[in-house]
């Protein structure tokens, strides 16, 4: 069995979302670790009533409405470039980490778009196409997206 094109660069894709991913909850953890009191963070945010009402939107309706129509994954790809863009602006070394995993979380959702456009081009060519990848990519994006929505660009008060 030969494997095309498309699914390399499906696979390829994954894996740096995933690597991504990964160094997304590194440079979070060391975040916190070096500023616990970084500017306008809510550390708290995987808790309380938003996490499980996140997780039923993220995994029922965002998400599978990004798979229908791929290119919606670019407005939370520009979103937080544009967040990322406005803590590289400010000063200070909380900000200018804050900007690199804006970055990151970018980073993630281009390539779940790559991800997507080249599973699209499979589908086509297969019949019936059995989609287990939600399992790993779903739980990959709402992280990313706690994690960018969690460090908010609004400057604190007095700066």
């Given at each position: 069995?030969?494997?095309?094109?498309?699914?390399?660069?499906?696979?390829?894709?994954?894996?740096?979302?995933?690597?991504?991913?990964?160094?997304?909850?590194?440079?979070?953890?060391?975040l916190r670790t070096a500023f616990p009191e970084a500017p306008k963070v809510d550390w708290r945010a995987g808790r309380g009533w938003r996490h499980p009402l996140g997780c039923v939107v993220s995994w029922v309706i965002a998400?599978?409405?990004?798979?229908?129509?791929?290119?919606?994954?670019?407005?939370?790809?520009?979103?937080?470039?544009?967040?990322?863009?406005?803590?590289?602006?400010?000063?200070?070394?909380?900000?200018?980490?804050?900007?690199?995993?804006?970055?990151?979380?970018?980073?993630?959702?281009?390539?779940?778009?790559?991800?997507?456009?080249?599973?699209?081009?499979?589908?086509?060519?297969?019949?019936?196409?059995?989609?287990?990848?939600?399992?790993?990519?779903?739980?990959?994006?709402?992280?990313?997206?706690?994690?960018?929505?969690?460090?908010?660009?609004?400057?604190?008060?007095?700066?």
């Amino acid at each position: 069995m030969q494997v095309s094109t498309e699914e390399q660069l499906a696979a390829l894709l994954l894996g740096t979302m995933t690597v991504l991913t990964l160094l997304i909850a590194w440079r979070s953890r060391a975040l916190r670790t070096a500023f616990p009191e970084a500017p306008k963070v809510d550390w708290r945010a995987g808790r309380g009533w938003r996490h499980p009402l996140g997780c039923v939107v993220s995994w029922v309706i965002a998400i599978p409405l990004v798979a229908l129509v791929p290119f919606l994954a670019l407005v939370p790809c520009a979103t937080f470039f544009i967040l990322a863009t406005q803590k590289f602006g400010r000063s200070g070394a909380p900000d200018r980490r804050i900007a690199g995993i804006l970055l990151l979380c970018s980073g993630v959702w281009l390539a779940y778009w790559g991800y997507e456009t080249q599973l699209r081009q499979w589908m086509e060519t297969v019949k019936g196409p059995i989609r287990a990848d939600f399992m790993i990519t779903a739980p990959l994006l709402y992280y990313v997206s706690a994690v960018g929505l969690a460090l908010d660009p609004r400057p604190r008060a007095g700066r």
